[in-house]
């Protein structure tokens, strides 16, 4: 777990309650910890909301060997820190805290948290993904039914557990229980799995593990503590029950964006749609990156490419004449004779006419 924010959201560093940020990003993680790096490097003022788990789905993560200029491997909370240290060492604000509404109509833009409202002339949507539900009898209540190997897994060392799901998070939560578990099943609905071939080659080396495919989860069973699977074979008749300890459910992720309901336009998944091959949502000045816009590809360097591009296309939508920023410093009379370049508390900020 990464350590927490300097500072909670309503504890300001500044005594202007009514500061108003350059850019607001929600949420961390690749896509947040990226846009920060550009914009605060860019001398925008930068506020990161981060949540009450700073690094997003990282801190799930186990070793990474496929994140470019990393090698042999980095682990997902060691990845997501050194993100968080370099958003920092160019000048963004970190705070802690969940957001719990957001008014993006208005100039500026507000955040609001349990404790505090935040003002930005630009927002950044980066809050990612939750994971999915299986929506089946059990799964709700029972102690041993997790969504995380990597922080429950050791409780059941030793033990007979269950993954559900067949893509490369699926695989990857068993890999990394199969050194600590007695035995682990893998069970996935379709008849093969979606994961990467040299994922799946590595589950496969673990003689501990067993992968059963085109296999339907009905229901968890326990009392109180999960005791077994109940599932139903699409290639032979009957059901039958599997005895486990613990499920580890990784069957796909949802998007957070629950909160963004009418304030801009989001698809039939739940997914924030952008226009024109941007990050620019239908709310004016408000960009959104990773998880949220990610319907395919959903890894650690492709929502840090969207955090980059949501920082830039916020940085263009600012620095164009009668942008919020620009009639700002208009206001306190600091608009210089260049037309190029405008100077906004002691740094450059540049903008084309056109």
Not at 99 to 112: A, I, L, S, Y
Not at 191 to 210: E, G
């Amino acid at each position: 777990m990464l350590p927490r924010s300097d500072r909670p959201c309503h504890q300001p560093m500044t005594p202007t309650a009514s500061r108003v940020r350059d850019v607001i990003i929600v949420g961390s993680g690749p896509a947040g910890y990226t846009a920060a790096i550009y914009t605060a490097r860019a001398g925008l003022d930068t506020l990161v909301i981060e949540g009450h788990e700073p690094g997003g789905a990282l801190i799930a993560a186990g070793p990474i060997d496929n994140y470019p200029g990393v090698g042999p491997f980095v682990s997902g909370p060691a990845l997501a820190e050194a993100m968080r240290r370099q958003a920092q060492r160019f000048g963004a604000e970190l705070c802690s805290g969940h957001v719990e509404r957001f008014d993006v109509r208005d100039k500026p833009k507000t955040v609001g948290t349990s404790d505090d409202q935040h003002h930005g002339r630009a927002l950044i949507l980066a809050m990612g993904s939750a994971p999915r539900s299986l929506n089946v009898p059990g799964e709700r209540g029972l102690h041993g039914v997790s969504t995380s190997a990597k922080r429950d897994g050791a409780r059941f060392t030793g033990r007979d557990v269950a993954v559900i799901g067949g893509g490369d998070g699926a695989v990857e939560e068993a890999l990394y229980l199969a050194p600590l578990a007695r035995h682990v099943t893998l069970i996935h609905q379709r008849p093969r799995l979606r994961a990467s071939a040299i994922a799946v080659a590595r589950l496969q080396d673990h003689p501990n593990v067993t992968i059963r495919t085109s296999t339907e989860v009905l229901a968890l069973h326990g009392n109180r503590r999960v005791s077994g699977v109940r599932v139903r074979s699409r290639r032979h008749a009957g059901d039958s029950t599997i005895a486990v300890a613990a499920v580890f459910v990784a069957v796909g992720q949802i998007p957070r964006s629950d909160l963004l309901i009418g304030h801009v336009d989001l698809d039939a998944g739940g997914h924030i749609l952008t226009k024109g091959g941007t990050t620019r949502t239908s709310a004016e000045g408000v960009f959104a990156a990773g998880d949220l816009i990610d319907r395919r590809y959903r890894q650690a360097v492709t929502a840090a490419a969207s955090g980059c591009a949501a920082a830039l296309d916020a940085e263009r939508w600012l620095s164009r004449p009668h942008s919020p920023l620009l009639d700002s410093i208009a206001r306190e009379g600091k608009i210089p004779q260049d037309p190029v370049a405008t100077h906004h508390r002691g740094r450059c900020l540049v903008h084309r006419i056109g």
